[in-house]
């Protein structure tokens, strides 16, 4: 099924909505038209308190979930209104939702989006949920791009990783001939992303900036490596319930200078997608970097020293942008289910076969 999609992404991150017009007529996906929505502070403030139990969350969260769907068409009608295309011209919408819990142990996962109102205020088809079935066939739900890694980036001659790094770390294993496989790592930019809140009152640490002033605290780092997370072997899958501001004071004595501790997250995330890399991946002779994460020239720079002898480079490299590659994957993957093909991948995600992901909604 070629044509126009359009693929919208919001992350663990909560720093906005990204969305693409992907032709996926040939080969590598081509994105005809992007655009990046920032989050309204009170919607994000929002999304991030739905994240743990509270007063009245039902209907706070069907409530927010409207709210987040009128800012998705709101980025659809500019990405169209950008490119020049009319409604009509788009075959669907792939929509992710935002990700307010991920319990695959106990059987669900909920991103909010609704997908009937979506369909109403685009007047074009709208495929959402995509994780549900791939849990309810005994699997984590997540990642789910490593599907998408798979069809655009793998090569019959080199052995490669795709590292994603958003709220959460992922990456995937390409190996020439050999089977994919791909998993949360750990955190990514979410602790670093709180802790610069608290303590600069930036939403995130632009570059790195903060972190290079710190000292990595050597003792916290073997503290907060010692989760039992990092010892579990895939497949496997994360989110903000597990690694959050309440798990990481934690470790803290209170005596730790801030950029101390900003410091200390950075090599936290650095250091857990190398030691990934190295045990599961260590044939891998060329890293490639994609998500929110590749703009900290700090992360990048520590990333590049703990994995010497690989070449590192984003994604942009092999022709895709680092910053389109998640909303690029859910247009792929809404076009994966209108076409009845399946979207996961059984040894990422450790569900008991492939199946087609997402739910439809007719405009």
């Known amino acids: 099924m070629p044509g126009l999609f359009i693929g919208l992404m919001s992350g663990t991150s909560l720093d906005g909505i990204d969305a693409v017009l992907a032709d996926l007529d040939y080969g590598i996906p081509r994105v005809a038209a992007s655009h990046h929505q920032p989050f309204d502070p009170a919607l994000r403030g929002e999304l991030l308190a739905l994240n743990q139990p509270g007063m009245d969350e039902l209907a706070r969260a069907a409530l927010a979930a409207n709210t987040l769907t009128r800012a998705y068409a709101g980025s659809v009608h500019a990405l169209l209104e950008l490119s020049s295309v009319k409604p009509a011209s788009i075959r669907a919408i792939g929509c992710h939702g935002q990700t307010v819990r991920h319990q695959p142990a106990a059987g669900y996962t909920i991103q909010l989006v609704n997908g009937a109102l979506l369909a109403e205020l685009t007047g074009i088809d709208v495929v959402c949920d995509f994780r549900s079935r ?90 907060l490596s010692g989760h039992e997370y990092f010892g579990r072997a895939p497949p496997k899958s994360t989110g903000r319930e597990t690694f959050n501001l309440e798990w990481l004071e934690q470790h803290l004595s209170g005596a730790e200078r801030p950029v101390d501790v900003q410091a200390t997250l950075l090599e936290l995330t650095a250091h857990s997608i190398s030691e990934a890399l190295r045990k599961y991946c260590a044939e891998a002779t060329e890293v490639y970097v994609c998500g929110g994460g590749m703009r900290n020239a700090a992360l990048m720079n520590r990333l590049s020293t703990q994995l010497a002898g690989r070449a590192v480079a984003t994604t942009g490299t092999l022709g895709v942008n680092a910053e389109q590659v998640e909303a690029l994957a859910f247009a792929w993957l809404a076009q994966r289910c209108l076409s009845h093909r399946p979207g996961n991948l059984p040894p990422v995600t450790g569900a008991r076969g492939t199946r087609v992901l997402g739910a439809v909604y007719r405009a």
Not at 158 to 168: C, K, Q, W
Not at 183 to 197: E, I, K, R, T, Y
């Open 134 to 223: 791939d849990i309810a066939a005994g699997g984590h739900g997540a990642p789910l791009v490593p599907a998408f890694h798979h069809a655009v980036f793998s090569s019959p001659d080199t052995d490669r990783v795709i590292v994603n790094i958003g709220g959460i770390a992922n990456l995937t294993w390409l190996p020439r001939g050999g089977m994919v496989t791909g998993f949360d790592c750990g955190p990514g930019n979410v602790l670093l992303d709180a802790w610069s809140a608290r303590h600069i009152g930036q939403p995130f640490d632009a570059g790195g900036a903060w972190a290079v002033n710190g000292r990595m605290l050597s003792g916290l780092l073997a503290r």
